[in-house]
Structure formats: C-alpha cells, structure tokens
C-alpha cells in the first residue's frame, strides 16, 4: 500500500504563484514515476504534468506549459508543482498520483497511476 497525500493548495489572485507539495510512502519512493492531475467541477480529470522517478524526465500539459514546474526531492519523498502565473482556469481539486509500473516516460493518462491522494484545492480569483 501506498500511501500519498497532497498539500499546499489555497485562495489566490490571478497572476500569483502557489507551490503544492505531494509525499508518498518512504520505502519505494524513488521508485515511482510520479504525476499530478486537476479536475474542476463538472469537468473530467486533467493531466497537468508529471515526472520520471529519477527525475530525468517531465512533461506538461498543454494548458500550463511555461507556467508550471514538477520537481522531485527523493530526500524528502515529496514531489512539488510550483505554479506560476496563475490563471482563473486553473482552480480545481489538484491529485497527486503514483505510478508503480516502470515507465521511461511518465504517463499523463490517470488509468496509468495506482495510488492517489485525496486532492488539495486550489481556487484563483480574477
């Protein structure tokens, strides 16, 4: 079992910057592929990015390439998605999910990932 859980989500003004946080079980920690989605009422969940286990390699959707960043600390278990420029658009429930399976690439699609947390919301005003 793994367990994950997100943090660092909160009201914010268009153009401002948040930095969410996401910790996974100790043990196999380095060993996940790591990603996180959005998902904003009455809407499917969204990919935002993700990145490899050994942090060698991240991809972005489309919506906040250039404005977000995902980064990994294995020191510290935790995984961070540093949000630039915040737009309205992007309030949502924020997951962050591991993926257990090896993968060279992190996948973007949810189906991919095994264990997720309960979300951290994050609302931007205009």
């Known amino acids: 079992q793994v367990q994950v859980a997100e943090s660092g989500g909160g009201l914010v003004q268009a153009g401002d910057s948040l930095r969410l946080s996401c910790t996974a079980s100790?043990?196999?920690?380095?060993?996940?592929?790591m990603g996180w989605f959005r998902q904003a009422p009455g809407k499917e969940r969204d990919f935002v990015a993700a990145?490899?286990?050994?942090?060698?390699?991240?991809q972005y959707g489309d919506s906040v390439k250039g404005r977000f960043t995902i980064s990994g600390d294995n020191a510290k278990n935790t995984v961070y998605l540093q949000m630039n420029s915040l737009k309205p658009e992007d309030t949502a429930v924020y997951y962050c999910?591991?993926?257990?399976?090896?993968?060279?690439?992190?996948?973007?699609?949810?189906?991919?990932?095994?264990?997720w947390g309960q979300g951290t919301q994050v609302t931007v005003s205009s």
């Open positions: 999910a591991a993926d257990l399976r090896f993968r060279r690439v992190a996948s973007a699609r949810s189906s991919d990932y095994d264990y």
């Open positions: 100790r043990r196999t920690f380095s060993s996940y592929n």
């Open positions: 990145i490899t286990w050994n942090g060698a390699i991240t």
